[in-house]
């Protein structure tokens, strides 16, 4: 089955800080799709990034950086200089293929100025 | 487009009474599901539909039903409130099962006494 591990329930930074946000998943199917979402204070829940199985190589995205490896089963999520408006829950989820989406737990990443 | 819009917004209900949580998409998206989000728990699948006229069941359905009989509403139901039913509920819809990015409604804050 399908599983999702976010190990780091809280994790708090000063701003310009670098953060990596660890996200582990199991899966048994070679195609999956891996999905970060972030839940800013306000609640709504935003979507970040989608990865596939098939794709592994990283992607940076102005201070977002996501970085994909089969071997260790990971996709990590760093913010580079953070900022108070980086605040949120971030939760990382796995879908295998055609199937339900599973989520993390979820960490919260607390910026302070 | 109104993306995905959910009423109410807050809602506290006594034990056993019952209620629905609405939730309409204007996307024309197949795939529509509500999920509830508890404190280090995530976000976790209650129900789930690919399409009109078809639903299942997700990770943590007792106690809720759904239906889905056009493609833009799937609405929640509570059968007969409890505490434990106290959560943030929250619908999404996308263009398909576990490949693309879900759209989340603002979720529906609900307190059950």
């Known amino acids: 089955a399908q599983k999702v591990t976010q190990a780091q329930t809280e994790i708090s930074v000063v701003e310009k800080e670098d953060v990596t946000l660890d996200c582990v998943y199991e899966?048994?199917?070679?195609?999956?799709?891996l999905f970060w979402y972030k839940q800013p204070p306000s609640g709504e829940l935003v979507f970040l990034i989608r990865r596939n199985s098939f794709d592994e190589q990283n992607e940076i995205s102005g201070r977002y950086s996501w970085n994909f490896q089969k071997s260790t089963s990971s996709f990590n999520f760093t913010i580079t200089a953070s900022q108070v408006v980086d605040s949120a829950v971030y939760f990382c989820?796995?879908?295998?293929?055609?199937?339900?989406?599973?989520f993390g737990a979820g960490t919260i990443l607390r910026v302070k100025s | 487009n109104a993306g995905v819009t959910q009423t109410p917004k807050f809602q506290v209900l006594k034990t056993g009474q019952s209620m629905t949580l609405q939730c309409a998409q204007d996307?024309?998206?197949?795939?529509m599901s509500w999920y509830r989000q508890d404190p280090g728990m995530g976000l976790r699948l209650i129900h789930y539909?690919?399409?009109?006229?078809?639903?299942d069941q997700g990770e943590v359905p007792n106690g809720y039903n759904v239906s889905r009989s056009t493609t833009e509403d799937f609405p929640l139901r509570l059968l007969s409130a409890a505490p434990s039913q106290t959560s943030v509920y929250f619908c999404a819809s996308s263009y398909s099962q576990g490949l693309n990015e879900q759209f989340f409604g603002p979720g529906t804050r609900l307190t059950v006494l």
């Open positions: 899966t048994r199917d070679t195609t999956y799709y």
């Open positions: 996307m024309n998206h197949e795939y």
């Open positions: 989820a796995l879908s295998e293929y055609g199937n339900k989406l599973v």
């Open positions: 539909s690919v399409g009109a006229g078809i639903t």
